[in-house]
Structure formats: structure tokens, C-alpha cells
């Protein structure tokens, strides 16, 4: 069983800055894709970020472009989220996911399109 595990969620002001870090701890094997989605309080999941397995491809939601940056360590089995500008607007829980891929250079954007979950990090920017 795939296992997720976020951190580097928290507080901070607007304009400011954060890196979320997500970590397989139990890894699918075979070449697999990460994402970034987030969910804020009574609104569905939304796509933010995705990366292929070889980290030549990226795809951003239109709502995060020019601000958030995606990128993968394979040694270490992470990805990470540089989330810059930050709005009050980008407040919600941030969830990893992932799913195997026969596709180096493949990415994903739709929630359904994964297969494992991690457990979420709260990010809350203040105005």
C-alpha cells in the first residue's frame, strides 16, 4: 500500500511564501506521476499542480500560475510545492496524490485520474 505523507503546511501572510514537501514512504513500483490538489472549506477538490515522473512536464491550474513551482526528487521519493504571492484565495488543505504511469513525460489534472491520497496540510494566508 502507497503511503503519502505531507508537511510544511501553516500560517502565513499575504505575499508571503511556502514549500509544501509530500513523501512516499511506501512506493508504487514502475514510473509514477505527482500532483497537488486543495479543497478549502465547502468547496470541492481542485487541481493545482502536477509533474511527470521524468520532471520534464508540468501542468498548473490558470489560478496558480507564475506563483506556484512543482518539482520531484526521485532519490527521495518527493515532490514539492513552492507556493509564492501567496492570496487568501490559495487557504485550503493541500493534498499530494499519485498514480503509476507508462509515461515518462505524462501528467494528470483531474482528481479521478489518481489513485493514492495523502493526508492533507492545512495552508491558511492571512490578508
Known amino acids: 500500500q502507497v503511503q503519502l505523507v505531507e508537511s510544511g503546511g501553516g500560517l502565513v501572510q499575504a505575499g508571503g511564501s511556502l514549500r509544501l514537501s509530500c513523501t512516499i514512504s511506501?512506493?508504487?513500483?514502475?514510473?509514477?506521476?505527482m500532483g497537488w490538489f486543495r479543497q478549502a472549506p465547502g468547496k470541492e477538490r481542485d487541481f493545482v499542480a502536477a509533474?511527470?515522473?521524468?520532471?520534464?512536464?508540468?501542468t498548473y491550474a490558470d489560478s496558480v500560475k507564475g506563483r506556484f513551482t512543482v518539482s520531484r526528487d526521485n532519490a527521495k521519493n518527493t515532490v514539492y510545492l513552492q507556493m509564492g504571492s501567496l492570496k487568501p484565495e490559495d487557504t485550503a488543505v493541500y493534498y499530494c496524490?499519485?498514480?503509476?504511469?507508462?509515461?515518462?513525460?505524462?501528467?494528470?489534472?483531474?482528481?479521478?485520474?489518481?489513485?493514492?491520497w495523502g493526508q492533507g496540510t492545512q495552508v491558511t494566508v492571512s490578508s
Open positions: 496524490a499519485v498514480r503509476t504511469t507508462y509515461s515518462e513525460d505524462r501528467v494528470y489534472a483531474k482528481v479521478d485520474e489518481y489513485y493514492y
Open positions: 511506501r512506493r508504487t513500483n514502475g514510473w509514477y506521476v
Open positions: 509533474i511527470s515522473w521524468s520532471g520534464g512536464s508540468a
